[in-house]
């Protein structure tokens, strides 16, 4: 992995920052504290694996922004990769990774995926990653200064040979598991020989039980064949025993009685013929009768009719009458009334005119003005007409009361005429009475003559039911002669029926208990059948489950190698990769020590407890004055010791990927001297050349080892945001 091409925006302290590496090989980059020096390789890292040694996605957000944007190009194995990945706070991060030719960009992944791909086209994980080429600020000595456990694991874990040890877990799962099958299909055979063993035994006592079932069978058929004889042979006996019993004395002395009774019956309706003859000639004769007084009647009814309609019409001219004397009544009230008005009128007006016989001008002259005198004058001219008014009243109602006489005569003459119509009606109305009364008569008679008529078919039938009934009593006589008979043959039937009843009963008995002996065999028939089905599914399965066997032993011994091999194997790989990383070490330390420093690498160590061998690495290191423990060495030369085993671990992980990573970071290398800084830079710069790395990016606040390198990279903080600048 060659890294092209770096953009940050809003990442950590960089505002907006691009740097392109294609150029630069060994770069120093370098600032104050806080600058954002080491936020360039997280720049890295977060584009490769979304995370760093700060955190990942929301907490990389540059403070008082809402949103960054990493963009990352590096070339890997000659191809280019252009990784570009967007995150706003609180949403999901946009993730794109394409593959960059000169023509074009194809999308190769987005969002989880790009991380899947990008680790799988590196060959190793974050962790590997930074423990072999990017070693961040105090994780420098991480490797050297281990426990000889945890150094151990950090190397199993570089060179990836924990694969084996999920391997082996599931070899030894697995082979655990075949084991299981093995005693399990083992136990399996040995249930299924024991149930095919009693087989033969089955099929005997099979045979056995067909061959009772066979003889009971034709037992029983017999001998329901009989019992069926038997109850139809009872079933006759009991029906004519019936019979017989029907027929009792009693039965036939109650018949012939009835017999009596209905001839008897018979004879009375017959007795009835000559009133029904003398019946059927009144018939006639009194319909006729009836038709005449329904036509007097009718004759009758219409002179009730007139006399009704006769004194309806009186009634009416007689109310007429009445309200015209009413009327005349009323004028004369009416003028009457007006004859007092008009003699109080008249007594007025005499009262004002007796004034002009008071004063002595008589009312004339100069004094005629005067209006009292004016109207005494007045009234006195009027009075003689009201007076000829009167005499006109009176001779009105001397003609109304001339009128109402007459007019009263009328009514008394109506009246007269009315009581005429009253007695003529009552008349009528008798005779209509006496017309009903014989008429209810005729009809009752005529009913009672229609009743006898109605016997004319009851009398015929009596007829023929009586010789009918007559010739049965003969018969029932006869039976009863008969019955005296039948008696001796109810006996000897009665004793037969008991005697076939038992014989019945024995066979039913018989029957039911070779059909339960039937009901058994079959059940002893179908249970033995059921284990001979069983004896040959076992048959069956014995082979299947000897095949699974087999498998299984097969497979307990694969599975047994293989957990033995798992095991072996990155033990034999491990010594083999600590020979090689222990030559390269000493190599570089040979190069960039002055002291003689070598290093012998020790895998294995005997515990003082349990005197077991114990996987260990145990890094003994030497100089010109003799072996030490490595915290006794100084800050330079614990920094070449580290950069020796980053290197050699560097080519050992570029091997187990299958490619090269071609790019170094060292984030602070402490404790060097300046002859420590002059070799440090050397080997950097060597590794360049010799191809070992194409990129290599060294941190520092050492203005002695920022000296030694020609390419550098100088951040400073402006306004609060990080700003770089490339110096060649």
Not at 95 to 124: F, H, K, N, Q, W
Not at 344 to 349: E, G, I, R, W
Not at 501 to 518: A, F, G, M
Request: glycine share 4%.
């Amino acid at each position: 992995m060659i890294p092209i091409k770096l953009q940050l925006i809003n990442f950590l302290s960089h505002k907006n920052t691009e740097i392109d590496f294609t150029n630069l090989n060994a770069i120093c980059l370098y600032g104050e504290n806080g600058a954002g020096k080491t936020s360039i390789l997280d720049g890295m890292l977060y584009a490769l694996y979304s995370y760093t040694s700060r955190g990942r996605d929301d907490s990389l957000i540059k403070l008082g922004e809402r949103k960054m944007r990493v963009e990352f190009l590096f070339e890997m194995e000659g191809t280019l990769y252009k990784v570009i990945k967007e995150k706003e706070i609180g949403k999901t991060k946009n993730t794109s990774l394409y593959m960059v030719t000169p023509d074009e960009e194809v999308l190769v992944a987005t969002g989880e995926r790009v991380d899947e791909y990008i680790e799988s086209l590196l060959g190793m994980n974050y962790d590997t990653f930074t423990s072999t080429f990017f070693l961040l600020q105090d994780n420098a000595y991480r490797f050297i200064l281990a426990t000889p456990t945890e150094r151990y694991k950090i190397l199993f874990d570089i060179l990836g040979l924990e694969v084996y040890q999920e391997y082996r877990k599931v070899a030894s799962y697995s082979k655990r598991e075949a084991e299981g099958k093995v005693t399990f299909f083992s136990q399996q055979i040995a249930d299924r020989v024991k149930i095919v063993e009693g087989k033969d035994s089955l099929v005997k006592s099979l045979q056995n039980v067909e061959q009772e079932l066979s003889r009971i069978a034709s037992i029983r058929i017999e001998s329901e064949k009989h019992y069926i004889d038997k109850e139809k042979d009872l079933s006759t006996i009991l029906a004519r025993i019936k019979e017989i019993q029907k027929i009792t004395s009693t039965d036939i002395e109650k018949e012939i009685l009835n017999s009596q009774k209905k001839i008897a019956q018979y004879q009375a309706t017959v007795r009835m013929k000559p009133q029904v003859e003398e019946a059927l000639k009144q018939k006639a004769e009194l319909n006729q009768k009836l038709t005449n007084l329904f036509e007097s009647e009718r004759i009758v009814m219409k002179e009730y009719d007139e006399a009704k309609a006769k004194y309806n019409e009186v009634v009416e001219r007689e109310n007429k009458v009445k309200i015209q004397i009413e009327q005349i009544e009323s004028k004369i009230r009416e003028y009457s009334i007006r004859i007092e008005q008009s003699k109080k009128t008249v007594a007025d007006y005499e009262k004002v005119a007796n004034l002009l016989n008071q004063v002595p001008c008589g009312g004339v002259g100069q004094y005629a003005t005067c209006r009292l005198i004016a109207n005494a004058v007045e009234s006195k001219e009027k009075i003689p007409q009201v007076q000829n008014t009167i005499k006109q009243y009176e001779e009105e109602i001397k003609k109304f009361e001339q009128e109402k006489k007459s007019l009263t005569q009328i009514l008394q003459k109506i009246a007269k005429e009315k009581e005429q119509v009253i007695q003529y009606g009552k008349s009528v109305s008798q005779k209509v009475k006496e017309l009903q009364a014989q008429k209810d008569a005729l009809t009752k008679q005529i009913e009672e003559v229609e009743k006898l008529c109605s016997m004319q078919s009851a009398v015929a039938s009596a007829e023929k039911a009586l010789e009918m009934e007559q010739e049965r009593l003969k018969q029932l006589e006869q039976e009863k002669e008969k019955l005296a008979q039948t008696k001796q043959e109810e006996q000897i039937l009665a004793k037969l029926y008991k005697e076939t009843l038992i014989q019945v009963e024995t066979l039913k008995k018989q029957v039911t208990e070779l059909k339960n002996s039937e009901t058994e065999l079959i059940r002893q028939k179908s249970q033995i059948e059921s284990q001979i089905e069983l004896c040959n599914k076992a048959e069956l399965e014995l082979k299947e489950l000897q095949i699974q066997l087999d498998k299984a032993k097969k497979n307990a011994y694969i599975y047994s190698v293989l957990d033995e091999a798992y095991e072996k194997i990155p033990k034999i790989m491990f010594t083999n990769y600590i020979v090689a990383l222990e030559s390269k070490v000493n190599e570089i330390l040979n190069r960039i020590s002055n002291t003689g420093m070598q290093v012998e690498l020790v895998t294995e160590r005997q515990t003082k407890t349990t005197k077991t061998v114990k996987n260990t690495l145990d890094i003994i290191v030497s100089d010109i004055i003799g072996e030490r423990r490595i915290e006794n060495f100084s800050g330079g030369e614990k920094t070449r010791l580290t950069l020796a085993f980053t290197v050699a671990l560097s080519e050992l992980a570029s091997k187990k990927a299958g490619h090269r990573i071609l790019t170094l970071a060292i984030d602070e290398p402490p404790g060097l001297d300046m002859q420590g800084f002059k070799d440090f830079a050397s080997t950097i710069n060597q590794l360049i050349q010799e191809g070992m790395f194409a990129k290599c990016f060294v941190i520092s606040h050492s203005g002695e080892l920022i000296d030694e390198f020609e390419q550098k990279i100088k951040v400073q903080k402006l306004n609060g945001s990080s700003e770089v600048m490339v110096e060649v």
